[in-house]
């Protein structure tokens, strides 16, 4: 969904004095800015826990492969 129909909630942000004011007179948006950069925030870190996750089945596996352990052993057939 685009932040353009998004269903939005007004909440309070505390920011700098002086990048308000830069941001009025140029026109800035703040609210589509802070929007955009929560969005992109939350999918750094939707993206970093998906590695640590990826990272750990990883080291589970090289474990098991270490004793000489097959996922397929483990599982069976797919």
């Known amino acids: 969904m685009s932040s ?3 269903l939005k909630r007004p909440v309070n942000l505390s920011l ?4 308000v004011a830069l941001a009025k007179d140029l026109g800035i ?7 955009r950069a929560i969005a992109d925030a939350v999918a750094r870190g939707e993206r970093a826990k998906l590695q640590t996750r990826m990272d750990e089945e990883m080291e ?11 996922v397929a052993d483990e ?3 797919l």
């Open 16 to 19: 700098t004095a002086r990048n």
């Open 4 to 6: 353009a129909t998004a």
């Open 60 to 70: 589970r596996y090289n474990a098991w492969s270490a004793q000489g352990i097959s």
């Open 29 to 35: 948006n703040l609210s589509d800015v802070a929007d």
């Open 75 to 77: 599982y069976g057939t």
